[in-house]
């Protein structure tokens, strides 16, 4: 690689909704986006994904650990060796448990082995020393996310909305210098997501997820419930924060009354309440939020986000992106910053002291 040159990067993120591995290449130098390349998507099956549900909460040394990590691996060695042309790989793995202020945050995954079997550099462990310097080590796009709005053309603060298990938002003034000055970016996980919608379905219909939203368009949301999960501080707390997979899994307990229907729009209602709330943090008020993650495709929930929020809210296939693949191409980019010794957080994204490069590069035997 030229020190400045691009390079064609494939990214690979597994998600906490836990449903597969997404995979996208992305041709660039870590500051812009030169072009973007193939993807693709593996699911996980039943049995897989029951593996890496054991193992959730659980820290490296255990047994179920162990085993979810053999079937990350293998998924991605599977999904991955699908691609040519990669210069270098950006591998995420699995988010198994995060503590930042605890024991630490936690994907599983080798990406020393990946490296090997793909015979691909590899950048893995990207959040390990943003933790380690007293960030979150979360959320991570934020940078990519900056890059995207120089790609399409922003000129006026707006936000990128992620709607994965976990809501993640960032604030985006594109008029900065960069993504490390200070006010360019502000970032911060905004509540439960998909995570406890996928839950409900899961245990009272034996259903992956409210497909279209079809469940929660036929219920109606408890608002009562809705305030009272708002209440809880988390939400008025100024970021940095970010939040594990289940960090709001009992509030399907507390739905128990409540029937199928109902109970799916009141966690839809929940899911968009929460990003209104995250609103008081914003530097200054943005008249767009683009829409990336599975959550875009819930028409229920964009439109509690729409009833909710005083902005345009469009998914980011509106501005020619890919909402299926934008977290894997972060990924992606992420990995030619580190590769170049470039940040890939700063106090505005994951609350670290100071500007951060995380990841460890792993490289194949010559
Ligand atoms: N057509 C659809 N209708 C409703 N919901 C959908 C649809 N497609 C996907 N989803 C929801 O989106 C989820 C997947 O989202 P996504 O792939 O963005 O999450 P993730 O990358 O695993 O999570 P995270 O961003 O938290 O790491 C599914 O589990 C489901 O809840
Ligand atoms: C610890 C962890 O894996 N966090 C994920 C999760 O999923 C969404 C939200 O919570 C976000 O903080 C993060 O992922 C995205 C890719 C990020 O780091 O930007």
Redesign the pocket.
């Known amino acids: 690689m030229r020190k400045d040159g691009a390079l064609w990067a494939l990214g690979a993120?597994?998600?906490?909704?836990?449903?597969?591995v997404?995979a996208a290449m992305v041709r660039t130098d870590g500051l812009t986006i030169e072009a973007f390349g193939p993807s693709a998507y593996r699911p996980y099956t039943p049995e897989e994904q029951e593996a890496i549900r054991a193992a959730l909460g659980r820290w490296p040394g255990d047994p179920a650990v162990a085993a979810a990590a053999e079937v990350v691996e293998t998924a991605h060695a599977e999904l991955l060796s699908r691609f040519t042309g990669a210069e270098v790989l950006g591998f995420h793995g699995q988010?198994l448990a995060h503590d930042p202020q605890g024991r630490g945050t936690h994907q599983c995954g080798n990406g020393a082995l990946l490296a090997q079997v793909l015979d691909l550099p590899t950048v893995w462990d990207f959040r390990t020393s943003d933790v380690a310097m007293g960030g979150q080590g979360a959320p991570l796009a934020p940078f990519f996310h900056f890059a995207l709005a120089r790609h399409i053309g922003a000129t006026e603060p707006l936000a990128f909305l992620?709607?994965?298990?976990?809501?993640?938002l960032t604030w985006i003034d594109p008029a900065a210098p960069g993504p490390e000055a200070e006010g360019a970016l502000l970032a911060f996980d905004t509540g439960p997501?998909?995570?406890p919608?996928?839950d409900l379905?899961r245990a009272r219909l034996g259903q992956?997820?409210?497909?279209?939203?079809?469940l929660a368009a036929a219920g109606e949301a408890d608002e009562a419930f809705v305030a009272s999960v708002l209440r809880d501080p988390w939400f008025d707390a100024p970021p940095p924060k970010s939040l594990d997979?289940n960090d709001f899994a009992g509030l399907i307990d507390r739905l128990e009354m409540l029937p199928d229907a109902d109970a799916a729009a009141t966690l839809a209602a929940v899911a968009a309440a929460s990003v209104a709330a995250g609103q008081i943090h914003f530097p200054a008020p943005v008249s767009r939020i683009l829409v990336?993650?599975?959550?875009r495709?819930?028409?229920v929930?964009m439109a509690e986000l729409r009833r909710r929020i005083p902005a345009a809210i469009d998914p980011v296939e509106a501005v020619g992106l890919n909402?299926?693949m934008l977290?894997a191409q972060a990924f992606a980019f992420l990995a030619v910053r580190v590769l170049r010794k470039l940040a890939t957080s700063a106090p505005g994204t994951t609350g670290a002291p100071t500007l951060v490069g995380g990841g460890q590069i792993s490289r194949p035997d010559p």
């Open positions: 993120m597994s998600g906490t909704s836990l449903d597969g997404d988010t992620n709607l994965g298990g976990v809501g993640n997501a998909n995570a919608l996928n379905l992956s997820h409210d497909h279209d939203g079809a997979r990336t993650g599975g959550g495709l819930n028409p929930l909402g299926d977290e």
